[in-house]
């Protein structure tokens, strides 16, 4: 194992806890007692995989996440006491890829490192790739060919560019305003419309290609490629 995982969280005895779970199974943790040391710690390593309460000093989980999220790509699971669902949606919509409230399980949390570890892996993979692929769906990147099951697919420039942020992150659920931001690279200004018609025909597309739904829709958070 040995990757290197970035454990935020300003309460002293939950990160030692956490800190020497995460050396017991094979993981090499450093820890940050505040959102000001994350943020100086973050450009040091490549992480592989963040812990980060949302409570601290400092700079606010909420900071630190964006932080991460400025040009990062590894995993990011929240701890935080907050458990109504609009708190949860908020953080996955801004980038996080996992949510436990606490009091929380370190076996189940352990486990999830372990599953975001092993899906990391895959983004990584994809990211150099020049034919992405995703159970039936492959994407030529080099000669700009898409095809679902047997069937080849006409893509529109930004159908295409959709579809290959999907692909190189297959388990990460996209906001409409992440997708925006990605594939138009210009601020957000609220307009859904525009990326609902997209998705829309992207999917019409693929549904047409190939019996399996490849894209879902996560109800007030935004879209990814279904399993």
């Not at 939950?14 to 994350?38: F, K």
Request: with cysteine; hydrophobic share 40%.
């Amino acid at each position: 194992m040995n990757e290197p995982i970035l454990v935020i969280e300003d309460d002293p005895s939950i990160n030692s806890l956490l800190h020497e779970a995460l050396t017991r199974a094979g993981y090499c943790p450093e820890s940050a007692y505040s959102g000001s040391e994350a943020i100086l710690l973050i450009p040091m390593k490549s992480w592989k995989c963040v812990i980060l309460d949302l409570m601290l000093p400092g700079k606010t989980g909420e900071e630190v996440l964006a932080e991460l999220r400025k040009g990062e790509n590894m995993p990011v699971i929240v701890l935080s006491a907050k458990v109504d669902k609009e708190s949860k949606l908020k953080l996955l919509s801004q980038g996080a890829d996992d949510y436990m409230t606490k009091p929380f399980d370190l076996d189940e949390l352990m486990a999830r490192v372990a599953a975001q570890l092993r899906r990391f892996t895959v983004y990584t993979d994809n990211e150099s790739a020049a034919i992405l692929t995703y159970l039936d769906i492959h994407l030529n990147l080099e000669t700009h060919e898409a095809a679902a099951g047997d069937c080849s697919i006409q893509l529109t420039q930004r159908e295409f560019e959709i579809l290959e942020l999907l692909l190189r992150h297959p388990h990460k659920v996209y906001s409409r305003m992440n997708i925006y931001e990605s594939i138009w690279n210009e601020a957000f200004c609220g307009d859904e419309k525009t990326i609902n018609v997209h998705v829309s025909n992207l999917r019409a597309k693929l549904n047409a290609a190939s019996s399996h739904k490849h894209i879902k829709t996560i109800w007030g958070v935004g879209f990814r490629l279904a399993e």
